[in-house]
């Protein structure tokens, strides 16, 4: 064999290698995907929507509870992180050179790569010990510092891709840099901005570990805030580990509503995204 | 005080006292980012405080834990996390990188946005899913091919053990799946901001393509190596589909068969169990630690990555996981 002939077929192996790897990674992906609709549609009714969680041992019976509840709950966390968010980008792309941005940017990264159960215990001893009570808002507040460092580099990213002569055309005609901003800049990049929220908030949605000490858990319908609240992600990781089979069944559902709001936010990102840059005419 | 800090040349006119308030208003906002990730060491040092004082470096050393005696050591535990992550690196590292590489450098261009998008949603797969499919799929697969091994392959430490399901392999092997797609897409951004010159060289002077790619991948390496670190980062804080697969028992085994602990996981199962103040500070002292250690990785992971990016300007700096919207395709 000669050396050219040796070189082709190491290559040849190479490439297909990277391309097994593509398969490798699907393999699994289409595995969780299959067994979430099996057993999820299987599992999956009217009454898991609409009822109460029966007690231990009876069958039926559904997570209305942990559904209102996670709404609450994400709610809460996007009431804090959106604004909190969208600020600290502005500030991250109308001031980049500054010191404080630099360190903030940092900041945000370094957040971003916190696990997210520290998270819980942090807001566990300054939202739940002082006052010794789980509640939404502890868990609100979790899921929000979570949230606030995507939704500041995102904001920090679209904001870069405005034109800069949009600024400042504003500026021209007299604008302050806070109007050119808010009035010009950041409505220009809103929808990608947005896009950013939703899919922040898609993956904030099935975030489990940092509601386990701060929303805590509730068999029971609760809308105050101040209470123990149930949420989708500590239900089903309550039952799956529990050893009743009905409690397993229902876990399955809950798990193939997380994954259905997971995945319809990624497309409705995706398609977002694609009219925007046809829109801007890429 | 001077009437206007803002770093714009232009002196200021009308509005100044508003880009004042406007620049401290948001900047606010910036900083208490930056205050967050302050509180978070402060408070759990605090919070953690009995624990350190009382065991001090012995925590880290001793494998004891047992709470009705008050005596802890959380040997089991970092042995735990550090096993699985780095287990689960040794899988998934290949891997990644060669859909990094597929995706980048190898498929056609109408491939490359259904492809990104199934990696992507692979990241986007909340933990509790992986976990509760892990417990009634991977863990009855991982037990068969437990019961499978040759008898032979038993004696050696890395298989002992009675065939459960749960263990480190079950552990590291989800682990692979659910930090692959961060990995492969850090990696996929650093090998786009090779020039493209690079590999023209490459192909200039009669190489394959194998050895073209090589070329990239070896100029890419710092960036690479932060794609890989980020991943391990990912996978050291990664808490309930362990928790659901690890078994939870606080022992240290070389074998992949052995159920185990993690740092996480014991946070997860025993912080609204802890009865005792001490017992509470040695579970923070824990999360102080997997705090610290993430934080290091990380740091490390984006130093290493902008010391790539930085050279070619105007690379994006591939800072956020998959979740983030890419703004041009």
Redesign the interface.
């Known amino acids: 064999m000669t050396a050219a002939t040796w070189?082709?077929i190491?290559?040849g192996?190479?490439?297909s290698?990277?391309?097994?790897?593509?398969a490798?990674?699907?393999v699994?992906?289409a595995?969780?995907f299959f067994?979430?609709l099996k057993?999820g549609l299987q599992a999956l009714d009217y009454d898991f929507f609409t009822q109460m969680p029966k007690p231990v041992g009876e069958p039926g019976g559904g997570m209305a509870n942990a559904i209102v509840g996670t709404l609450i709950i994400v709610g809460l966390g996007a009431l804090f992180a959106i604004?909190?968010g969208i600020?600290?980008g502005?500030?991250?792309s109308?001031?980049a050179?500054?010191r404080?941005?630099s360190?903030?940017r940092?900041?945000?990264?370094?957040?971003?790569?916190?696990?997210?159960?520290?998270?819980g215990?942090?807001i566990?001893?300054?939202a739940v010990l002082p006052v010794k009570q789980f509640s939404a808002l502890a868990g609100g507040l979790a899921l929000g510092?979570m949230m606030?460092?995507?939704i500041?580099?995102?904001t920090e990213?679209?904001l870069l891709?405005v034109p800069g002569s949009m600024r400042e055309g504003a500026l021209a005609l007299?604008?302050?840099?806070?109007?050119a901003?808010f009035s010009v800049v950041l409505p220009a990049a809103l929808p990608?901005i947005l896009?950013?929220v939703v899919?922040?908030l898609?993956?904030i949605?099935?975030?489990?570990?940092p509601l386990?000490?701060t929303s805590?858990n509730n068999r029971f319908f609760n809308t105050t805030l101040t209470q123990p609240t149930a949420s989708l992600?500590v239900t089903?990781?309550t039952y799956?580990?529990s050893p009743y089979e009905d409690w397993?069944r229902q876990?399955?559902a809950g798990?193939l509503v997380?994954?259905a709001i997971?995945?319809f936010c990624?497309l409705l990102?995706?398609v977002a995204?694609r009219r925007l840059?046809k829109m801007r005419g890429? | 005080m001077s009437p206007d800090p803002?770093?714009?040349a232009q002196p200021a006119r009308?509005?100044g006292q508003?880009?004042l308030?406007?620049?401290v208003?948001?900047?606010a906002?910036?900083?208490?980012?930056?205050v967050?990730?302050a509180?978070?060491g402060v408070?759990?040092t605090a919070?953690s405080w009995l624990s350190i004082r009382r065991f001090g470096m012995g925590f880290w050393a001793t494998t004891t834990w047992d709470p009705v005696a008050g005596d802890f050591g959380a040997l089991p535990f970092i042995w735990g996390t550090l096993y699985s992550s780095i287990l689960a690196l040794l899988i998934a590292t290949?891997?990644?990188?060669?859909?990094a590489?597929?995706?980048a450098e190898?498929c056609p261009a109408g491939l490359r946005t259904p492809?990104v998008?199934?990696?992507?949603?692979?990241a986007?797969?909340?933990?509790?899913?992986?976990?509760?499919?892990g417990?009634?799929?991977l863990v009855p697969l991982v037990r068969q091919l437990e019961i499978w091994t040759p008898e032979f392959l038993k004696q050696v430490p890395l298989f002992t053990g009675p065939p459960l399901g749960v263990g480190m392999l079950a552990a590291g092997l989800i682990l692979a799946?659910m930090i692959?797609?961060f990995t492969?897409s850090v990696a996929r951004e650093v090998l786009k901001a090779v020039p493209v010159e690079q590999r023209e060289a490459a192909y200039a002077l009669g190489a394959?393509?194998?050895?073209a790619?090589q070329a990239a991948l070896y100029y890419a390496r710092t960036g690479i190596l932060g794609a890989v670190m980020?991943g391990f980062?990912?996978a050291?804080?990664?808490?309930?589909a362990v928790t659901?697969v690890i078994g939870n028992s606080a022992q240290i085994s070389m074998s992949l068969y052995a159920p185990q602990y993690s740092m996480?996981a014991v946070?997860?199962n025993e912080?609204?169990e802890a009865d005792t103040a001490l017992y509470l500070d040695a579970?923070?002292e824990i999360?102080l630690v997997?705090?610290a250690i993430?934080?290091l990785?990380?740091?490390l992971s984006?130093a290493l990555i902008w010391s790539m990016t930085r050279s070619f300007k105007k690379a994006?700096v591939p800072?956020?996981?998959p979740?983030?919207?890419?703004?041009?395709?």
């Not at chain 1, 007299?174 to 109007?179: C, D, L, M, T």
């Not at chain 2, 986007?124 to 499919?133: K, T």
């Open positions: 070189r082709k190491k290559s192996i190479f490439v290698f990277c391309a097994l790897s593509i490798v990674a699907l699994p992906l595995f969780i067994f979430v057993e604004p909190t600020m600290s502005v500030y991250l109308e001031y050179g500054t404080l941005s360190a903030a940092f900041a945000a990264d370094t957040l971003n790569g916190v696990p997210s159960i520290v998270i215990m942090f566990y001893t300054i510092v606030i460092p995507i500041a580099r995102t990213e679209l891709l007299g604008a302050s840099r806070a109007q901003t990608g896009t950013g899919l922040a898609a993956r949605a099935g975030e489990t570990a386990l000490f805590f992600t089903v990781f799956a580990i397993h876990a399955w798990a997380l994954v997971v995945f990624s990102a995706r995204t840059e890429r | 803002a770093p714009t009308r509005g508003g880009d308030g406007f620049r208003s948001t900047g906002f910036a900083l208490l980012v930056l967050i990730v509180a978070i408070v759990l919070e290949p891997v990644a990188l060669g859909i590489v597929f995706i190898l492809l998008f199934l990696t992507e949603l692979l986007a797969i909340p933990s509790i899913v992986y976990g509760l499919w417990i009634f799929v799946i692959t797609p492969s394959t393509r194998f050895e790619i980020l980062g990912r050291l804080g990664e808490t309930m659901m996480a946070i997860a912080f609204t579970l923070v999360g997997l705090f993430t934080l990785v990380n740091i984006r994006a800072a956020l996981p979740a983030a919207p890419e703004p041009a395709a």
